[in-house]
């Protein structure tokens, strides 16, 4: 099959899908969206002088680090929490992250948190994304606790929030990190990691069977997140 | 064109792409109405766009990222009991539909707008800030997720 024939096939199935939902109707009247609009445009005008007025402290912040360090930093210092994952960015120019087990990662969310830490990553929930041949180096750029011998694999039920260091600064130039989240039918959440091209990967929708040994591929299945 | 009259013929478009977008009806309205707002703010400009309703439908998809970024330090306690219609339902839980939403946002965005909002390349280019080369990539690689996840397209293919 070709690309346009491909194209078109999933286009009509997704045009296909929208034809079916005639009988959804926005419900929201004009008048609330109007008012929407003016307190959204009420909050901006307040952040406007709000920022102008924060400009001046912020700009000398910036030459006052750049001086001493040489460069503005690219990791912001503290820890963000959700209810699925913390991630903490370290002193070292590393990155923490702990899964809790009681709840499923929103995909979006943590990519970005990880882009604010400097890691770039693509995380998709349903799918994991791979290239061929793997890139070299994953055991430098991603850490594992509790430490596993061989197959860098967690079995379900081995520990309740596993932990991942991320070293943005070991990752190979045109790389990234791929996680991929999914929702087992067991009802525990599986996420699996790996190195891939950037410029290079395919996707797939089920997920990967544990890892050969020795493999670059991490993945766990924290227990209890039903 | 007035934004009211704007609003009335394509609010309905609107939601039904963010909502197979997100697979959740009051959210899809709460997204669209952020996205509808956004462009009343913006009107003088928005108005001039080729496409508004792709501007309402990318606002409203850069909404729920934003809106998860809120909610993660909220907890979550009311579940959104309202009744859906029993033919919206099968739709959203469908394969597709989960292929959909599994991919990554870039991809989805590019989806949208060329898939179901029928826009040509140059147009999604330009609403999403990347390179034209970009959005067929992104639409490769999306078309090959979407049709791999689900083998009877390729059956539907065959028998064409």
Known sequence: ????????????????????????????????????????????????????????????????????????????????????????????????????????????????????????????????????????????????????????????????????TLHPGAMPAGTELSFGVFQLSSGEQQVTFELINASSYACTHTPPPSPANGGSQVEFSPAGSK | MEFAEFYQSARDDCLRIVLLNVGDRQLAEDLVAEGFAKAWVSWRKVRTYQAPRAWVVRAALNANVSRWRRRRREVILDGHDVAVPAEESRVLSGDLMAALRGLPLRQREVVTLRLLLDLDTETTARLLGMAPGTVGVHLHRAAETLRSALPHLADQEASK
């Open chain 1, 1 to 164: 099959m070709n690309d346009d024939t491909a194209l078109g096939t999933v286009r009509d199935s997704l045009t296909a899908a929208k034809g079916t939902l005639t009988e959804t109707h926005m419900n929201t009247p004009l008048d609330a969206i109007v008012q929407r609009g003016r307190a959204a445009r009420r909050r901006r005008r307040l952040i406007g002088l709000t920022g102008t007025a924060a400009v001046a402290a912020s700009a000398a912040l910036v030459v006052g680090l750049t001086g001493v360090t040489g460069s503005a930093p690219t990791n912001r210092a503290g820890a963000i929490r959700t209810v699925a994952f913390t991630l903490v960015s370290n002193p070292n120019g590393t990155a923490t992250l702990t899964i809790n087990n009681a709840a499923l990662v929103d995909p979006t969310t943590l990519q970005n948190d990880l882009a604010q830490d400097g890691v770039p990553a693509m995380v998709t929930s349903g799918s994991f994304c791979s290239s061929n041949p793997v890139p070299v180096g994953f055991s430098q750029v991603v850490s594992f606790y509790p430490a596993t011998a061989g197959n860098h694999a967690l079995p379900p039920g081995v520990h309740p929030h596993p932990t991942i």
